[in-house]
Structure formats: structure tokens, C-alpha cells
């Protein structure tokens, strides 16, 4: 097996062990399972926090610096791990289940990828203001997603209801998305700008679109619901450790919670989510493909944490350089064209936007194989 024990294992192990992940209950394998499982979770998702924490004080002047310094971490991050992050999403169907084959995984894949990426990029072209605001909620929605299976495959005990997990995948995927809001309005909303300007062509038009999302009610309605999630989230896993669960899981997410916190009302936010796509998202997600491919995470088992990352790369490399077109493919459809970094970042997020609504769906299916919400299947 190669998931975590602890979210609930996958079946697996029909055809290409190689290509698959062993047989379920394999004695032999289960020792190299946690040990792959800690070696990936320490690596990609406890070192890289630390990380995040030892960077608050760079962060903390990010606000004084030109936008274009956010723009080019942005950027650099993308190009370093964000995008591969998702350019393994063909082969995870055929990773996290017994029968499904090599090319079903990836046509099924392609397809969920062609249409669901067309129809984003057409509400973009219908309705930019109402677009951007989903592609908002979504990310919120992803960010948080993930952060709570990285919780979960690292097996904590405090959430052991799908309904506390719901709650902090809330808070998790509103940190990035909603705190910046509150801290720094005036670059999120160059953000929204620029994207919805390379669709509504009129000078102003897009500033003024975009206003109704920037009035005081709004950020002061997402900062006290935010800091409302939190303290019910917190509360709840003080609880849970007051009635015998393990007390290390809440302590980590406690940790983590207060880090993001810090960085998000600190930093810049394109600077701030740059480094968190990164450092954060991505390589908690590409942990997570670590742990369900078997050559990477018997690597990984054996604590050959270049090994499992080469062939991570290897399998993400082709793909990578298919997101990239996608940037490109935009780039060259939308109407007003590209002319400042700004103009990039709004291109690439839209692209990334495409992406992520399959990705998504990808990522959905293997929480469900993987028992990510299910209330008593993990800890
Ligand atoms: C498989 C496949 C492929 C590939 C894929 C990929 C490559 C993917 C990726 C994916 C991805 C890569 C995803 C991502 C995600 C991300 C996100 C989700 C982000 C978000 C962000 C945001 C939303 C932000 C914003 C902002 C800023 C920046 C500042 C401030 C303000 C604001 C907040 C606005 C292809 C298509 C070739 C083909 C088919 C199949
Ligand atoms: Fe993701």
C-alpha cells in the first residue's frame, strides 16, 4: 500500500505493480508505508512550515517593495513547483484504484481537463467580474482541501468528524484568500484588476466592476468570519484533545494556523501567495503523489528524498510544459494582449484557474479513494 494508513488506504495492486501501488495488506510493505508516510510529511509539509515561519520577517517588508517583486516570486514559484503540482493529475486514476488502465486514466483525465478547463475559460469571456469571484471561492475551496488531507494522511487525531474537517478546510483555504483581503485591499484589488481587465477592454471599466467586492462590509465580513472559523476551529480541537485525542496533531495545527495567519496579514499578498502556492500548497499535494506512486515512496521509505523527487519530476516534466502552453494559450485568446507583468500574472492566473477547477475534481476523487472525509476513516 502506499497511502497513510490513517486516511483510509485505497485498494489497489491488480495488474502493473509498477505502475500501481502494491497489494493491500501487505505485511512486508507496511513498516516502509509509515515510514514513507513521516519521511513525506516531515520533507514536504512540517520542514517547508518552519520555512514559511523563518521567512515572517522578509515577508513582514514585502509591503514596501514594488508590486513586480510579487509578481516575479509568483512566477519563479510557478515555474519551480506550482505548476508540476498538477501535471500528474493524468496518472492518479490509474494510481489510486486497481482497475483503472494506463490510457483510460489518462483520456478520462484529458477529457475532465478539456471541459471543465473551456468552460472557465468561457465564463471568463461572459462574465470576468463573476469568474474571478469563483475562481476565488474555488481556491479557497482547493487551498483548504489540501491542507486538510495533508492533516489527515499525517494521521491527527482532533478531527474525526467530516464536519471538523469541513470546518478547517474553511479556515485553511480562507487564510490565503481571505486575509489578504483584509490586510492589504488595495494590491488585492490591482489583482482583480488586472484580470478582469484583460477581458473588459474600456479604461476604468474594470475598476469599477470590481468595486462591489472591496467595500468596508465586505472585508470587515470575511476578517470577523475568518477569526470566527478559526477560534471554532481551534476551540473544537481543544476539546477533542480534552476528551483523550492525540494532543501532537492539534499542537501542528494550532502551529500552522498562527504561521499563516502571521504571513498572510504580513506579507504582500502576491508575494504572500506566490510563496505559499510553492512552498506550501504544492508541495504538501506533490508529498501526497509521492506517497501513492510506489517507486517514490519506497524512495522515499528508505529516506532517498531526491530519488522520490526525480521521479515525481519525471512523471510531471511533459505536463509541466503542457500547463505552460495553456499560460500561452491564453495569453494569445484574451482581448486587451499582454504588455506589463501585470498582464502576466492576470494571464497566468486565468490559465491557472482553467486548471484548477479539473485539477480539483482529480484531487476530489483520490480524497474520496484515500477516505479524506469520511467521519472514523482516518484518525
Ligand atoms: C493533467 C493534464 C494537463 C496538465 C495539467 C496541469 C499542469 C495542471 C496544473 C494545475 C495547477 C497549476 C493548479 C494551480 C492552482 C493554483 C491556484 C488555485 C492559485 C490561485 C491563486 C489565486 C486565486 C490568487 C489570487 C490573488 C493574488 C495572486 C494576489 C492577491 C489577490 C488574489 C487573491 C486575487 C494538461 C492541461 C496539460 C492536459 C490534460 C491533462
Ligand atoms: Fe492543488
Not at 181 to 200: D, N
Amino acid at each position: 500500500m502506499t497511502e497513510a494508513p490513517s486516511a483510509g488506504a485505497s485498494e489497489s495492486g491488480s495488474a502493473d505493480r509498477h505502475e500501481r501501488g502494491p497489494e493491500p495488506g501487505a505485511a512486508t510493505v507496511r513498516g516502509d508505508v509509515t515510514a514513507a508516510s513521516e519521511r513525506v510529511d516531515r520533507w514536504f509539509a512540517r520542514r517547508p512550515a518552519v520555512a514559511l515561519a523563518a521567512l515572517l520577517p522578509i515577508g513582514a517588508v514585502t509591503p514596501l517593495f514594488p508590486v513586480e517583486v510579487g509578481v516575479a516570486t509568483f512566477a519563479l514559484g510557478t515555474l519551480a513547483v506550482g505548476m508540476a503540482h498538477g501535471a500528474v493529475d493524468h496518472l492518479v486514476p490509474l494510481r489510486g484504484a486497481p482497475d483503472v488502465s494506463l490510457p483510460r486514466s489518462i483520456a478520462v483525465v484529458s477529457v475532465v481537463y478539456a471541459v471543465l478547463g473551456g468552460a472557465v475559460v468561457a465564463a471568463f469571456f461572459a462574465a470576468p467580474v463573476a469568474a474571478f469571484v469563483g475562481f476565488i471561492a474555488l481556491t479557497w475551496l482547493h487551498w483548504g482541501q489540501g491542507d486538510v488531507a495533508t492533516l489527515a494522511v499525517a494521521g491527527v487525531g482532533h478531527l474525526p468528524s467530516s464536519a471538523e474537517r469541513w470546518l478547517a478546510l474553511v479556515v485553511r483555504g480562507g487564510l490565503p484568500m481571505g486575509v489578504p483581503l483584509l490586510a492589504h485591499p488595495e494590491e488585492y484589488r490591482l489583482v482583480a484588476e488586472w484580470i478582469v481587465g484583460l477581458f473588459l477592454v474600456d479604461a476604468g471599466a474594470a475598476a469599477t466592476a470590481v468595486n462591489p467586492l472591496f467595500t468596508p462590509a465586505v472585508r470587515i465580513g470575511v476578517g470577523v468570519g475568518m477569526a470566527a472559523a478559526t477560534l471554532a476551529s481551534v476551540g473544537l480541537g481543544y476539546y477533542r484533545v480534552g476528551n483523550g485525542r492525540d494532543p501532537g496533531g492539534w499542537r501542528r495545527d494550532v502551529g500552522e494556523l498562527a504561521v499563516l495567519w502571521a504571513w498572510f496579514l504580513l506579507a504582500a499578498p502576491v508575494f504572500a501567495i506566490g510563496v505559499y502556492f510553492a512552498l506550501w500548497h504544492a508541495l504538501r499535494h506533490v508529498g501526497r503523489l509521492v506517497l501513492v506512486d510506489p517507486e517514490a515512496a519506497s524512495a522515499a521509505s528508505a529516506g532517498d528524498a531526491v530519488g522520490a523527487l526525480a521521479r515525481f519530476g519525471r512523471d510531471a516534466a511533459p505536463l509541466t510544459l503542457g500547463g505552460f502552453l495553456a499560460v500561452a494559450a491564453v495569453g494569445v485568446s484574451v482581448p486587451a494582449g499582454v504588455a506589463a507583468p501585470g498582464d502576466l500574472l492576470a494571464v497566468s492566473l486565468v490559465a491557472i484557474a482553467a486548471m484548477t477547477l479539473p485539477h480539483v475534481v482529480v484531487v476530489a476523487w483520490l480524497d474520496r479513494r484515500q477516505g479524506v472525509w469520511r467521519p472514523g476513516a482516518g484518525s
